[in-house]
């Protein structure tokens, strides 16, 4: 069984200070593993993707995330926020041995502050 | 680039009342699958498609109907409305399933039902 936890339901960070959003999670097989970001009113947008070629992946917009098979964890980081970085982000987890399932994590709300 | 379309935006539904959801993708994805939104639980799984003439249920199901006549549409059908299927619906598509590539959103239907 596969499952993902977001430990935290909102983040609040000064603009151009560092960002971390923490995902743990749970696979009886090797995961793939994203992060998605929905900005207001709008649908979620893929930000980044593990699928086993590298333990450091990076995306779009400077986010980048390692996957940590020891402690379960795929951390989203970006090194300096931006208001526009302002939403909602998802960790999701799905594994290979069921292909056309994957999990949501709960959420994340980032605010970031002038 | 239209990508996908989801129809209306809004909705509001008295209790009993049936009303189709509309979702189209010109991107010739063969997965397409239908998700819930509310607060704080991230996004479920309704149903799912993995091409024209096959679907599946995911894992809240109850209450929605689905079909897939061919590659681009997928209308995800209310039965009959209650309340607690007031919620934002996302309809997404990948190329092939949810493990490999990743899932494309339309901008939601926020559906109320009084």
Redesign the interface.
Known sequence: AQSVTQLDSHVSVSEGTPVLLRCNYSSSYSPSLFWYVQHPNKGLQLLLKYTSAATLVKGINGFEAEFKKSETSFHLTKPSAHMSDAAEYFCVVGQYSSASKIIFGSGTRLSIRP | NAG?TQTPKFQVLKTGQSMTLQCAQDMNHE?MSW?RQDP??????IH?S?GAGIT?Q?EVPNGYNVSRSTTEDFPLRLLSAAPSQTSVY?C?SSTQ????S??H????TRLTVT
């Open positions: 996908v997965y998700y704080g639980m991230g996004l479920r799984l799912y993995v599946d995911g996302f997404a399933g949810v493990v490999n990743p899932l959103f339309g901008n939601g």
